[in-house]
């Protein structure tokens, strides 16, 4: 029944201590000097910030050389990107293979291997279910020499070539080196970027999360043209590559000036002045040296005046009915 007797209120004293004023006031600075220095100098809270992700264009610049079978070949930006662009992304091929002259028939497939014609899938009009050499016969695209069926008309180079740039170095760093000879192909990556905001109207950027960054990865890829040496039979030229795809992307960020961000922080440091108060009033009540006197002035009980103040109406009512009979009588 305590709570429902008892009445707690607020009661405000002046302590005349040098000690513990100098304490208020150090508290006091650090709370000011968190919300002035961190968050509206160093983290700037009086602007408000908005991130946006923006459109990139990105070319390479530069010239290098590749090896095929000992011997060195100049290689541009031409030689060098074999897709077409990409959005955001630019594919740069180290390694590639190109298989010329390929021609459609009925060859061997070297990825199904065969004891007899039981052992081949039957799959028609694709795959006959033949087995021929160990390997099984399936339609497709065959290059020359590949089973002694197609031989072709005589091809100007070597049907095979590879072609390998072990190394590639861009902007001073190098991002890829493959086992076996180290061909070195230096390229400037050059990029572009546009970013839009919606909410901001004046707009300073970010000179840190301004920039575009540049992402290397390894991918795959097969491009596939034909060409035609005979105007009664079609050819096609395969290319097999690996190598490195550019991903690019550019993310900003930008701020300006805001009321409502100042107004903000003022609050903050509003809301944590009472905090000084409170460490204040627990250092002060059982820290110093003085706490049993301090306690004292801080806390203090008041006796009980409901007995009383029930005396002191029950005499004024008597007192009224009183002065009103002798009213009546007079």
């Known amino acids: 029944m305590a709570p429902v007797r008892t009445y707690s209120t607020n009661k405000e004293v002046t302590l005349l201590d ?15 000097s968190y919300v002035i220095g961190v968050r509206l100098y160093y983290e700037k809270g009086y602007k408000a910030v908005e991130f946006s992700n923006g459109v990139v264009g990105i070319k390479l610049e530069g010239t290098g050389y590749t090896k095929t079978k000992g011997l060195i070949e100049p290689a541009d930006i031409a030689s060098l990107v074999k897709v077409g662009p990409e959005g955001d992304a630019l594919f740069l091929p180290t390694r590639w293979v190109t298989w010329t002259e390929q021609r459609r028939g009925n060859c061997t497939n070297a990825d199904e291997p065969c004891s007899a014609d039981s052992d081949c899938r039957r799959e028609p009009p694709l795959a006959p279910g033949k087995c021929e050499g160990q390997l099984c016969e399936r339609y497709q695209w065959c290059s020359p020499g590949s089973n002694g ?25 190098t991002v890829l080196q493959e086992i ?19 909410q ?24 596939y043209y034909r060409r035609a040496a005979d105007p009664s039979i079609e050819y096609r030229d395969l290319h097999q590559a690996r190598g490195l795809r550019l991903l690019v992307r550019s993310k900003a960020m930008g701020a300006q000036v805001d009321i409502q961000m100042i107004m903000l922080q003022i609050f903050v440091m509003l809301a944590l002045m009472p905090i000084a108060s409170m460490l204040a009033d627990t250092i002060m009540q059982y820290l110093f040296a003085e706490r049993r006197h301090y306690r004292e002035y801080k806390v203090e009980e008041s006796p009980d005046f409901s007995d009383v103040r029930a005396k002191v109406e029950q005499l004024e009512k008597q007192s009224k009915s009183k002065g009103t009979k002798q009213a009546e009588y007079a």
Request: glycine share 8%; hydrophobic share 45%; net charge negative.
């Open 200 to 223: 901001l109207s004046s707009v300073e950027l970010s000179t840190e999360n301004g920039k575009a960054r540049v992402r290397w990865t390894l991918a795959q890829w097969a491009n």
């Open 180 to 198: 076996g000879q180290i061909d070195k192909v230096e390229l400037e990556v050059v990029l572009t970027g546009v970013v839009g905001f919606q």
């Open 18 to 32: 040098r000690k513990l004023g100098m304490l208020y006031f150090a508290i006091t600075s650090i709370v000011m």
């Open 149 to 173: 069926q197609y031989t072709g008309a005589t091809a100007p180079h070597d049907p095979f070539s590879a072609q390998h740039a072990a190394a590639l170095e861009a902007v001073g760093e």
